[in-house]
């Protein structure tokens, strides 16, 4: 149990709506990624939140927005949806050191966008 | 850019061995990872290297030469639960850290 929760768990939407997708992170953790993974792909990585600032960003337009809250929990929204953007999203929270590394995973919101 | 490369299928049977191997190119390099993930789940944590070496943990251990930009994860005494697919991952920094994901390699295991 990663402590890492998401909602809603599944999801349908028109092209072109707006959708907003929430984590709620490990506790203890202040660090959030969120992640987009296409069918057969591994997870392509979209921003990252560190005390409820955007901290680094992947390749994906700004339609792709992002808020993390006080109590570390956090959202992803994207507006004018397309085809493309259906995917699994996952949100992961990280602990860490230099030597250690470990990112944990909540299940994930299917995303289909029609 | 950074860019991982790891054989997109493996077939195994019960109690076998197998290795799966990760070559990668990036801009920076501060450790490799593995993940496991079945069907329709999330990924969860299996080793982190930073350092060159084997690390074990039970049945599966995992490899780094950073001179070679390679590693591989070795699973032991194959089970049937073991059938997934494993991603390698690049964290490129430990300042701003996040994950490269390759694209995965699906393991059959079969009886």
């Known amino acids: 149990e990663t402590g890492v929760t998401q909602s809603p768990t599944h999801l349908i939407k028109t092209r072109g709506q707006q959708v907003t997708l929430r984590c709620s992170s490990q506790s203890g953790h202040n660090t959030v990624s969120w992640y987009q993974q296409a069918l057969g792909q591994g997870p392509q990585f979209i921003f990252q939140y560190y005390r409820e600032e955007e901290n680094g960003r992947g390749n994906f337009p700004p339609r792709f927005s992002g808020l993390q809250f006080p109590n570390y929990s956090s959202e992803l929204n994207v507006n004018a949806l397309e085809l493309d953007d259906s995917a699994l999203y996952l949100c992961?929270?990280?602990?860490?050191?230099?030597?250690?590394?470990?990112?944990?995973f909540g299940p994930g919101t299917r995303l289909t966008v029609t | 850019g950074q860019s991982l490369e790891q054989p997109s299928e493996v077939t195994a049977v019960e109690g076998a061995i197998v290795q799966i191997n990760c070559t990668y190119q990036?801009?920076?390099?501060?450790?490799l990872s593995w993940y496991q993930q079945h069907d329709g789940g999330a990924p969860t944590f299996l080793s982190y290297n930073a350092l060159d070496g084997l690390e074990e943990t039970g049945r599966f251990s995992s490899f780094l030469s950073r001179s070679d930009s390679y590693g591989y994860l070795l699973l032991q005494e194959l089970q049937m639960k073991d059938s997934a697919s494993y991603f390698c991952?690049?964290?490129?920094?430990?300042?701003?850290?996040?994950?490269?994901f390759g694209k995965g390699t699906m393991l059959l295991v079969s009886p």
């Open positions: 990036t801009s920076g390099f501060y450790g």
């Open positions: 992961a929270s990280t602990t860490g050191t230099e030597a250690y590394y470990e990112q944990y």
């Open positions: 991952a690049v964290r490129a920094d430990s300042g701003y850290s996040t994950l490269t």
